[in-house]
């Protein structure tokens, strides 16, 4: 009996182990057929030892298996005069490869779609070989890789924003190739050596690579790095049309007898001299990317007249074109629209600056657009001081507000150690974005829209109270879908097909600019490694189907008491605005009144938000630890 049963158990046992060898087997084997296939169909011109009878493992060059030998982990070929295309579904079948070396072959075609399946790649080497065409965004799903080298080909177009998926990317090689076009924001969390040099790239280096060396991105056109407080170099631009250097005081004197914006500029003034000294990255705007406007077009007098800056009324101060580029500027951030830099006068006075690109319309039109965003002045609206308008350069002057933008406040540092944003402060925030934007929408006859909201276009006016920035421009660009960029969570369904904004898709943006501050969740983000990209809006109404409403809210918002109620109610007039279809979404002067009932249900124990911002002093306004200034 006991016999029987065992010798049952032992063949059993035998039974499952043959079994689970022959799967292990089999996987090995589908590796080999699938180098096979690839060697014939791409055959090395150089000797290679790859035969179907002999052990993948131990006796074929440039393959190294796991432990156990179930899987080939690595391959390399460098330099076996491997000709051609890949051809699809070769390679891509060893779905445990690591490690793919094919460096210094010839190579060529697109990078081969199907590599996208080889998820578990840590190092891809595939540089001097002759790849065509553009990296398609896919290369963010491999998001195991620590090594990509594609130099030396001649791969073209932009570098992908989703390359900054690879969280895991410690070397990045794209060197010698046709890269063109601007270098996203990215960030890479690892990353320790780079080489973009010898493309066409142009633009700026963004803030998060500056800390590469030039030979990093040498033989580009990029605008170069300049080391703090550069002197201050001829423009080589139109001569200015007015000297002012010596009247700026006389200026700041006048306007502050007059009070209004200059009170601003002269805080602001006061505010940098003290913390004066504190370095970044410096760059001259005057500087042109190629040096293309050469001193030979300096022009006449007349030309000179008719291109110079323009201020709007009310704004006493005075500094001229050649005073803002040669001033010391930082670069803020790349928006759909142009380069923002941060721009420090010769006596101090702070400004932000707007470099335009790819201007669609012409100088009237142009101008005029200008002139109906000079007119819209409120305390919930960032106005325009200037702008400039040449057929090589058009620029626009902001004032500069130095907390920094809502998506630094809400986003930077995050797990740090780092003072969070508080309710009162995201309240404010919601509802002086709200203004301003309903504000913006009453323009030209109540059509006028603001093109481009999203948090790092939204500030803190000296009240704490959200600020919009940056509105008007879309309808000026040449084309009106931005690239693949961090707006692409703000953007509307309908905007995606219709490629137009209207006053309805900016309430879809603020709606989702409502989800960020209740969430602390950027539009499109990933979440945890390797996973998947998550679409704020959609994560929210899935969780809220759920009916685990309270799982949305942002962890840092767990510490202050009694402001559950007020998140779900700002959560239903978030979800409300990014109703699918556009009729649907409230108009922006009801997102405001509802905005204000918020508070409005409780205002017995609680100060209200309704006092106004202009009566309103910083001891008024109830914070928990408001947000420190951003530098
Ligand atoms: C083979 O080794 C790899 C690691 O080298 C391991 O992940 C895998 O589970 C092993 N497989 C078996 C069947 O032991
Ligand atoms: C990737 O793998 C999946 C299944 O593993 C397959 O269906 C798909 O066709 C593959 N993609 C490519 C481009 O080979
Ligand atoms: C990354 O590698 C690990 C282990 O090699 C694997 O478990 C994981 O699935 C890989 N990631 C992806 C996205 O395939
Ligand atoms: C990239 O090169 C291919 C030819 O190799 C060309 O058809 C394509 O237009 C180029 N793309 C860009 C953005 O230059
Ligand atoms: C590419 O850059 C990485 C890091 O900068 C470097 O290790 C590698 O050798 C470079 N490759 C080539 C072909 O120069
Ligand atoms: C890279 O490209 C530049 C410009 O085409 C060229 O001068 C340089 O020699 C190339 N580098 C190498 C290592 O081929
Ligand atoms: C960068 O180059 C592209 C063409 O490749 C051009 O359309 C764009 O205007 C350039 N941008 C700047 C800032 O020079
Ligand atoms: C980048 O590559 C270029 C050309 O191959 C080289 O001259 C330069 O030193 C490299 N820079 C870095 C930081 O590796």
Known sequence: MAATRIAAVAILLIFISASFSRCLANHLA?????????????????????????????????????????????????????????????LSR????????????????????????????TGLHLQFNSFVG??????????????????????????????????????????????????????????????????????????????????????????????????????????????HHHKLSEGVILGIAVGGCVLVFAVLAVVLVLCCGKGGDNVVIGKGSKGERSPEKVVSGRQEERNRMVFFPGCTFEFDLEDLLTASAEILGKGMCGTTYK?????????????????????????????????????????????????????????????????????AKRGEDRTPLDWETRLRIALGAARGIARIHMENNGKFIHGNIKSSNVFLNNQQYGCVSDFGLTSLMATTVPPVSRNAGYRAPEVIDTRRTTQASDVYSFGVLLLELLT?????HVAGAGEEMVHLVRWVQSVVREEWTAEVFDLELMRYPNIEEEMVEMLQIGMACVARMPEQRPRM?????????????????????????????????????????QN
Not at 197 to 211: D, E, F, Q, T, V
Request: proline share 9%.
């Open 30 to 90: 589908d590796d080999k057929l699938a180098l096979l296939d690839f060697i014939s169909r791409v055959p090395p011109s150089r000797n290679l030892n790859w035969r179907s009878d002999t052990s993948v493992c131990s006796d074929w060059t440039g393959i190294t298996c796991d432990s156990n030998r179930s899987r080939v982990t690595a391959v390399r070929l460098p330099g076996f005069g491997l000709n051609g295309q890949i051809p699809p579904n070769t």
């Open 94 to 121: 060893l779905s445990a490869l690591e490690i793919l070396s094919l460096r210094s072959n010839g190579l060529s075609g697109p990078f081969p779609a199907d590599f996208f399946n080889l998820t578990a790649l």
């Open 134 to 243: 553009s990296l398609p965004s896919d290369i963010g799903l491999l998001s195991n890789l620590t090594l990509l080298d594609l130099s030396h080909n001649l791969f073209n177009g932009s570098i992908p924003f989703a390359i900054s998926n690879l969280a895991e990317l410690v070397s990045l090689n794209l060197s010698n190739n046709s890269f063109s076009g601007e270098l996203p924001d990215l960030e890479f969390p690892s990353l320790k050596s780079l080489n973009l040099s010898y493309n066409h790239l142009n633009g700026s280096i963004p803030a998060s690579l500056r800390g590469f060396p030039a030979s990093s991105f040498s033989g580009n056109d990029l605008v170069p790095v300049v080391p703090v407080n550069p002197v201050p170099t001829p423009a080589p631009f139109p001569p200015p049309s007015r000297k």
């Open 343 to 411: 721009a420090i006068l010769e006596d101090a006075t702070t400004v932000v600056v707007k470099r335009v690109k790819d201007v669609g319309v012409g100088k009237r039109d142009f101008e005029q657009q200008m002139e109906m965003i000079g007119r819209i002045r409120h305390e919930n609206v960032v106005e325009l001081r200037a702008y400039y308008y040449s057929k090589d350069e058009k620029l626009i002057v902001y004032d500069f507000y130095n907390q920094g933008n809502v998506s630094s406040l809400l986003h």
């Open 520 to 524: 602390g969740k950027s539009p499109i």
């Open 589 to 629: 002067a009801d997102v405001v009144r509802m905005l204000e009932d918020v508070r409005r249900a409780d205002t017995a124990n609680r100060p209200s938000l309704e006092i106004k911002s202009d009566v309103a002093t910083p001891s008024q306004i109830p914070s928990t630890g408001g947000p420190s200034p």
